[in-house]
């Protein structure tokens, strides 16, 4: 007997009993960012692996040790997008949406980091990231931090979130405090935990986000990143807090926040819970006015950010946010008995179909007596079984039989049935 093959440690199957809760969350994005004024963009999930060595750092984590990368027949070397931004600006420069344009976009889809696999933490993961180009004020700042709010208002979770604001400045700026910090931080090497020792020359500022305890410790006196802050990034962050000031959105200032990605500079904020234990950063973003140039582009400001799916499911399942009528599949499931019901039944819920569009209708298919059928109906957790033999054909009628209900079966004329069906549904 063969060896079954199962997934890939780290890449999970969604299956039906899970899909309609990915799906609300998904409708309930979609429908913000179209009210926004957001326009969809989708990439490929292949690119070349160049792309990301240029944008996200040749030193990050990712792009040491978590990208999936292969060469192709022709030898050339491609990766297993681990971010979404990257692959949204070199679509965006090649097709000519971003030198002197304003563009307001979103996507969504699979990303892939090889990680070590835990709750809320895969390697095949989903992300819906937005991206906003040619825009340099703090105002679109402001405007995605207010849109997240609101979907996490809508969603019902505002009170579970914690919106977390830095701003890393300039390229100067953060130079000059790199300098600064890792000149401070040599001092304590031996003491410090083993990748801030490795991140100490390639990319000190990521050892201000160490979870270890000691290095913590020894960041307490380590140098303040706004002593060496530029003027114009100030200005910026501090126009951006006023907004959010004035909107009602409660933040915290966390000088210690730097995103795991190098092209981010100026504002960079994320959004975290204590609900989910260790992996409690559901959304995060930034500014990165640097990255089109460079790609390749001209000089285009940017600012965005990418929500995790499977987090975000997660947090609503625990915090039951989750509308019960999602367990809801069907209206109505339609059984057929007798010679040539089965054809009636197909031919009747078309009819119905067409007739009462929103109707959920599932016909059944495969033959079985009554009991079978009725049993399949029950378990469909459809609200009511449509009934058709060859009796009601004849007479041109259906009996509706109620299983979620202490009510008597009715018999309905087969030209009344939609218009029936709707309304009873409608008292539910």
Same mark, same amino acid.
């Given at each position: 007997?063969?060896?079954?093959?199962?997934?890939?440690?780290?890449?999970?199957?969604?299956?039906?009993?899970?899909?309609?809760?990915?799906?609300?969350?998904?409708?309930?994005?979609?429908?913000?960012?179209?009210?926004?004024?957001?326009?969809?963009?989708?990439?490929?999930?292949?690119?070349?692996?160049?792309?990301?060595?240029?944008?996200?750092?040749?030193?990050?984590?990712?792009?040491?040790?978590?990208?999936?990368?292969?060469?192709?027949?022709?030898?050339?070397?491609?990766?297993?997008?681990?971010?979404?931004?990257?692959?949204?600006?070199?679509?965006?420069?090649?097709?000519?949406?971003?030198?002197?344009?304003?563009?307001?976009?979103?996507?969504?889809?699979?990303?892939?980091?090889?990680?070590?696999?835990?709750?809320?933490?895969?390697?095949?993961?989903?992300?819906?990231?937005?991206?906003?180009?040619?825009?340099?004020?703090?105002?679109?700042?402001?405007?995605?931090?207010?849109?997240?709010?609101?979907?996490?208002?809508?969603?019902?979770?505002?009170?579970?979130?914690?919106?977390?604001?830095?701003?890393?400045?300039?390229?100067?700026?953060?130079?000059?405090?790199?300098?600064?910090?890792?000149?401070?931080?040599?001092?304590?090497?031996?003491?410090?935990?083993?990748?801030?020792?490795?991140?100490?020359?390639?990319?000190?500022?990521?050892?201000?986000?160490?979870?270890?305890?000691?290095?913590?410790?020894?960041?307490?006196?380590?140098?303040?990143?706004?002593?060496? @802050?530029? /003027?114009?990034?100030?200005?910026?962050? %501090?126009? #951006?807090? +006023?907004? !959010? $000031? =004035?909107?009602?959105?409660?933040?915290?200032?966390?000088?210690?926040?730097?995103?795991?990605?190098?092209?981010?500079?100026?504002?960079?904020?994320?959004?975290?819970?204590?609900?989910?234990?260790?992996?409690?950063?559901?959304?995060?973003?930034?500014?990165?006015?640097?990255?089109?140039?460079?790609?390749?582009?001209?000089?285009?400001?940017?600012?965005?950010?990418?929500?995790?799916?499977?987090?975000?499911?997660? @947090?609503? /399942?625990?915090?039951?946010?989750?509308? %019960?009528? #999602?367990? +809801?599949? !069907? $209206? =109505?499931?339609?059984?057929?008995?007798?010679?040539?019901?089965?054809?009636?039944?197909?031919?009747?819920?078309?009819?119905?179909?067409?007739?009462?569009?929103?109707?959920?209708?599932?016909?059944?298919?495969?033959?079985?007596?009554?009991?079978?059928?009725?049993?399949?109906?029950?378990?469909?957790?459809?609200?009511?079984?449509?009934?058709?033999?060859?009796?009601?054909?004849?007479?041109?009628?259906?009996?509706?039989?109620?299983?979620?209900?202490?009510?008597?079966?009715?018999?309905?004329?087969?030209?009344?049935? =939609?218009?029936?069906?709707?309304?009873?549904?409608?008292?539910?």
């Amino acid at each position: 007997m063969a060896k079954k093959i199962q997934a890939i440690r780290g890449m999970n199957d969604l299956l039906p009993d899970s899909s309609p809760r990915w799906q609300y969350l998904e409708e309930k994005v979609r429908t913000l960012l179209n009210r926004y004024g957001y326009s969809e963009i989708r990439m490929p999930i292949v690119e070349q692996t160049a792309l990301f060595k240029r944008s996200i750092g040749e030193v990050t984590d990712i792009v040491e040790k978590e990208m999936y990368t292969f060469e192709d027949r022709n030898g050339d070397s491609l990766t297993l997008r681990p971010e979404g931004t990257a692959g949204c600006v070199r679509a965006g420069e090649e097709h000519g949406l971003l030198f002197n344009q304003q563009q307001r976009l979103w996507y969504q889809g699979p990303m892939f980091r090889h990680e070590r696999p835990q709750k809320g933490r895969y390697r095949q993961f989903h992300q819906i990231g937005v991206e906003t180009f040619g825009i340099t004020g703090p105002d679109i700042d402001a405007e995605l931090i207010l849109l997240s709010a609101r979907l996490w208002r809508e969603l019902g979770i505002l009170d579970h979130l914690t919106l977390e604001l830095n701003t890393l400045g300039s390229s100067e700026a953060r130079a000059a405090y790199r300098s600064a910090l890792t000149d401070y931080l040599k001092a304590y090497q031996a003491e410090l935990d083993e990748d801030s020792q490795r991140r100490l020359s390639t990319n000190p500022l990521r050892i201000l986000d160490s979870k270890d305890a000691r290095t913590q410790e020894i960041l307490q006196n380590a140098p303040a990143f706004e002593e060496h @802050l530029d /003027e114009e990034s100030r200005q910026h962050f %501090a126009g #951006l807090c +006023q907004l !959010l $000031d =004035a909107a009602g959105i409660h933040y915290t200032l966390n000088p210690r926040l730097v995103r795991g990605l190098d092209y981010y500079g100026k504002t960079v904020f994320e959004w975290t819970t204590q609900a989910l234990g260790s992996q409690g950063t559901v959304c995060a973003g930034g500014r990165y006015d640097a990255l089109v140039e460079q790609l390749g582009g001209k000089s285009t400001p940017a600012v965005g950010f990418a929500m995790g799916v499977e987090r975000l499911v997660l @947090l609503l /399942e625990t915090l039951n946010a989750f509308p %019960a009528k #999602l367990e +809801q599949r !069907l $209206d =109505a499931y339609l059984t057929a008995f007798g010679e040539g019901a089965a054809s009636h039944a197909l031919l009747l819920a078309e009819r119905l179909r067409s007739e009462q569009p929103e109707l959920r209708i599932q016909t059944h298919c495969g033959g079985g007596n009554f009991k079978k059928q009725i049993k399949k109906a029950d378990q469909s957790g459809a609200q009511v079984a449509i009934l058709l033999g060859e009796d009601e054909m004849s007479r041109g009628v259906a009996s509706i039989k109620f299983l979620r209900e202490e009510k008597e079966q009715v018999e309905v004329a087969i030209s009344e049935l =939609a218009l029936t069906l709707k309304e009873h549904l409608q008292r539910l």
